[in-house]
């Protein structure tokens, strides 16, 4: 079986662009969560989809943004990038129908914002 | 004060060593506890998923939860080089917390022959 593919790998964008991430979840895999890393901050939790829903949300300002397709593909945008938001962005899937069940990672894009 | 603590490391330890990861937390309402390795470059892979406290054992790898003291460990034992990686506890919240995961901040492990 496949696993979590993310795309693109790595990305440079300025100041007050705006960039979107793709996360291709595991065949099967109804729920997409998207992480934000930092070597300060570690692994925060953006957002989760689940049947093209956003049913939990972490604590980022609304520059940060999701989707989800019916196919349970699920796009990232952020909007207005800040220095800050260069960082390795991660998705991870799952089935989506219990609390607590295995989330599996993508390698993650990495956004480096000049 | 972070929901999860965990040092940083960096952790060296020679190859064979006893290897002892740990994490502390304040959220009573965390239910699952987990331990993600994360190599260099990569996404973090799961290594161990435990629910209730006690130990949990799989291979080399032990994974230890202590709900009351709020404290969950990690040992792997036989250490080689390619444990060297960054090691994540990952906890979430049984009701209404589905796949909200928090995590505490890493620590990174070099195993050296």
């Known amino acids: 079986k496949a696993g979590v593919t993310q795309t693109p790998r790595y990305l440079i964008k300025t100041r007050g662009q705006q960039v979107t991430l793709s996360c291709s979840p595991i065949s099967g895999h109804r729920s997409v969560s998207w992480y934000q890393q930092t070597p300060g901050q570690g692994l925060q939790f953006l957002f989760e989809?689940?049947?093209?829903?956003?049913?939990n949300k972490g604590n980022f300002p609304g520059r940060f943004s999701g989707r989800q397709f019916s196919n349970s593909r699920s796009e990232m945008n952020v909007s207005t990038l800040e220095l800050g938001d260069s960082a390795l962005y991660l998705c991870?899937?799952?089935?989506?129908?219990?609390?607590?069940?295995?989330?599996?990672f993508g390698p993650g894009t990495r956004l480096l914002v000049l | 004060q972070k929901e999860v603590e965990q040092d940083p490391g960096p952790l060296s330890v020679p190859e064979g060593a006893i290897v002892s990861l740990n994490c502390t937390y304040s959220n009573s309402a965390f239910q699952y506890f987990m331990w993600y390795r994360q190599y260099s470059r990569k996404g973090p892979e799961l290594l161990m998923y435990?629910?209730?406290?006690g130990n949990k054992e799989d291979g080399r790898f032990t994974a230890q939860v202590d709900k009351s003291s709020k404290y969950i460990s990690l040992f792997i034992r036989d250490s080689q080089p390619s444990d060297s990686a960054t090691y994540l506890c990952?906890?979430?919240?049984?009701?209404?917390?589905?796949?909200?995961?928090?995590f505490g901040a890493g620590t990174r492990l070099a195993v050296h022959p």
């Open positions: 435990t629910y209730s406290s």
């Open positions: 991870a899937s799952s089935l989506g129908l219990e609390e607590g069940e295995t989330q599996y």
């Open positions: 990952a906890m979430t919240v049984l009701s209404g917390g589905y796949n909200k995961l928090i």
């Open positions: 989809y689940f049947s093209e829903t956003q049913r």
